[in-house]
């Protein structure tokens, strides 16, 4: 069992701040890969005794086991993208373009290692399946789910965008039932209404699909279908939807893939009444 794959089962499990470990660990593998569990505390800002209690929490006998499982899945297995990107830093010093797109092209290069063309599927399945499509996103997370949104409606879906404030959420999510589908939308931290809203999900028999970033592993309580990768930079600094929209554009993909003819038939439609529409 992989590293990332522990950390999802036991994130219902994890404190506050051995959260805090995993998002490190997940936007920065190769530091935390070479990190003691002092420098890996020091850096997050928790006592050190939090990173050896979060490796025995995810099933390693000893701090220096879960950072060599740590080596074995990151380092050994991210090569390329740390060829990209020592080949880019040293051409593009100054350049804050340039060294946008080596950022980007690092994190895009990952991207496989953390969502594959099975989970894809798998969540695929899900919303072409689903009697009704809520979409949820909130803060930064929101131009995606506007997006995806768009997207679902695009090939006929029944789709329901989740706005406002609580009261209008738990309004909106009032006609969900068994046979639904909740699709969210979860980058920097975990929004107010997440947990409440899983738990609805869970509780009429609906399912659940998140795209995330670094945090995706330890929002709590699970999703039924987690998509997540890092996005580009660190969680201190400057990041873009760019992996997050792949993710979204390959789970639409995956979609037309499973229905070929009725995805195609849908947009057909939509075009033909476009142009009748403008005329």
Same mark, same amino acid.
Do not use: W
């Given at each position: ?29 190769? /530091? ?66 340039? /060294? ?180």
């Amino acid at each position: 069992m992989s590293v990332l794959e522990r950390v999802q089962q036991a994130a219902e499990t994890l404190t506050p701040s051995e959260r805090q470990l995993v998002k490190q660990l997940i936007a920065n593998p190769r /530091d935390i890969a070479l990190a003691t569990a002092s420098e890996l505390a020091s850096r997050v800002g928790v006592h050190e005794a939090t990173a050896s209690r979060l490796a025995r929490k995810l099933g390693y006998p000893s701090y220096s086991g879960f950072r060599n499982a740590i080596q074995q899945e990151f380092i050994v297995k991210t090569d390329p993208a740390v060829r990209v990107r020592n080949t880019l830093d040293q051409t593009t010093s100054g350049d804050l373009l340039a /060294d946008l797109i080596g950022r980007e092209i690092e994190a895009l290069t990952a991207l496989p290692r953390y969502v594959d063309m099975a989970r894809l599927s798998e969540a695929a399945r899900v919303l072409l399946d689903a009697r009704r499509i809520f979409v949820f996103a909130r803060g930064n997370a929101e131009a995606l789910g506007v997006q995806v949104e768009r997207r679902l409606r695009r090939m006929g879906l029944q789709v329901f965008a989740l706005r406002g404030d609580a009261r209008d959420s738990a309004e909106q999510v009032l006609a969900m039932e068994k046979g639904d589908a909740l699709i969210g939308c979860v980058f920097r931290r975990q929004p107010k209404l997440y947990a409440p809203l899983l738990d609805h999900v869970r509780a009429v028999g609906a399912k659940s699909i998140i795209i995330a970033g670094s945090i995706g592993p330890s929002l709590a309580p699970k999703s039924d279908h987690l998509l997540f990768a890092p996005r580009s930079g660190s969680q201190e600094g400057f990041q873009t939807l760019t992996v997050p929209m792949a993710i979204a554009n390959a789970l639409v993909l995956a979609m037309a893939a499973e229905d070929k003819r009725g995805a195609l038939e849908k947009l057909e439609t939509l075009g033909q009444l476009i142009a009748a529409f403008e005329g």
